[in-house]
């Protein structure tokens, strides 16, 4: 359109400036440098600032300025904390308000020291510390950077990968939520608050889900037996819909031989298992590890040379060592399921003349392993501690009325936990309600 010629050479050439500054880093080398932590030493001696780094515990941060204070003077060096929660003020505020807002004040928003000036302070003000845009601010040089290569690589491809999938995907996720009909009031105000959370996800009882899969399913055989049946129990019957069972159980068994064998995929398989890999699919507990190693949580340290320190250091990287393994059989056991499946999945689709067989697949692996994100919890399950499954199922069996048998409750209380623990039935109220009648309780 020619009135909007303008518009389209300016993103052409922004393209094309970006992708020359992309093949430049590759060229050059690029190395991300990033600080951790909420403690803060900070070393300013006249006008010019020597040092300043930050620190996971007031330890560490004690010892480092301690050291320094011997070195630049005690009245040159200021500790303190970072606040993590400054971003939330500014929320509201994108770059195009900022740019608005120059524009008022008679600032070029093209490029100006000025505005730049503006929009690296709203890159320090608004953004979390895990956001890619971060690295958009001038460095100049400060010593203090963290030398924990593993972590800082984690946590920028991390949050490089968060950045991007926002870039993409959020105005996807606000047009769907203003598409839905005025009419639809409820529908509207149910897509916003997950829209919300999605946005703003939270973390509940973090601690105690931790602790609890710690003392019931973490290093523990039978829990991880009891997860490996998971593609008789689910897989099976799913995949029977579409040849069969007898078919069915000869692709999964299969599978599962070709994979205890470690024998070589068919190159279309091989090449779809890779890409499933990629997005999760089968592999869903990486991108958790490398939240973990990004959070510093994952990591082996090194000691500080005091007998304390070092002592520390070493009941620390024991502990991360156990529970690395503590969480093995049951992580290994989730893998073997959703490979599983996925190659038994795969397979039949071919068998079937599926048009898109790793489209089928990973649709089965969803189906019957679940996904397991915050944007696929279920309403009960975001929010206070108190709205768990198990009080979920009470309030089922008490809403039950009546003094129901012992063998009764417990097919009642078992169907309660089944239904919530698939978000994929949620919806589906009035089959839950005509499952849960069944069987005369």
Not at 324 to 350: C, D, H, P, V
Request: net charge positive; hydrophobic share 35%.
């Amino acid at each position: 359109m020619p009135q909007r010629s303008d518009v389209l050479i300016d993103t052409a050439r922004g393209l094309v400036g970006r992708a020359n500054r992309t093949e430049r880093l590759k060229q050059l080398g690029y190395a991300p440098l990033s600080r951790f932590g909420r403690y803060s030493v900070d070393v300013v001696v006249g006008d010019e600032r020597q040092y300043f780094g930050l620190f996971e515990t007031g330890r560490a941060a004690n010892q480092m300025a301690t050291r320094l204070k011997a070195e630049f003077g005690a009245r040159n060096v200021a500790q303190g904390t970072l606040s993590e929660k400054e971003f939330e003020m500014f929320q509201g505020i994108t770059p195009e308000s900022l740019e608005l807002f120059g524009n008022m004040l008679g600032l070029d928003s093209v490029g100006d020291q000025a505005q730049d000036k503006v929009f690296q302070t709203y890159l320090k003000r608004t953004k979390s510390n895990r956001s890619a845009m971060k690295r958009l601010i001038h460095r100049k040089g400060t010593a203090g950077y963290s030398d924990d290569m593993g972590r800082v690589l984690a946590a920028f491809v991390y949050s490089n990968a968060r950045q991007t999938s926002a870039a993409l995907h959020m105005g996807e996720l606000g047009s769907a939520v203003n598409d839905i009909p005025k009419s639809q009031g409820q529908l509207k105000d149910s897509a916003i608050e997950l829209a919300t959370y999605i946005k703003q996800p939270r973390e509940e009882a973090q601690a105690l889900r931790g602790m609890l899969f710690t003392q019931y399913l973490g290093g523990s055989v039978a829990s991880a037996f009891v997860n490996i049946t998971q593609p008789f129990a689910v897989s099976i019957p799913y995949l029977s819909q579409f040849g069969g069972a007898a078919k069915a159980t000869k692709f999964l068994i299969n599978a599962m031989k070709d994979m205890s064998t470690d024998k070589e995929l068919e190159q279309s398989l091989a090449k779809a298992l890779k890409v499933a890999e990629e997005q999760g699919v089968v592999a869903p507990q990486e991108v958790h590890q490398l939240m973990a190693q990004a959070r510093g949580a994952s990591t082996l340290k090194t000691g500080d040379g005091t007998r304390l320190g070092d002592a520390m250091t070493g009941v620390a990287n024991n502990f991360s060592k156990l529970m690395l393994g503590w969480g093995k059989m049951f992580g290994m056991a989730e893998q073997i399921n959703r490979r599983s499946t996925f190659i038994a999945a795969y397979r039949l689709a071919q068998d079937r003349k599926i048009a898109n067989p790793a489209g089928f697949a990973t649709q089965a692996v969803n189906e019957t392993q679940f996904i397991n994100n915050k944007a696929n919890k279920a309403n009960w399950a975001r929010g206070p501690v108190l709205r768990s499954q198990a009080g979920r199922s009470a309030r089922c069996i008490q809403r039950r009325g009546g003094k129901p048998d012992q063998e009764c409750t417990g097919r009642y209380r078992i169907r309660c936990c089944r239904i919530q623990a698939s978000p994929e039935r949620q919806p589906n109220r009035h089959r839950v309600g005509q499952g849960l009648g069944q069987e005369g309780c």
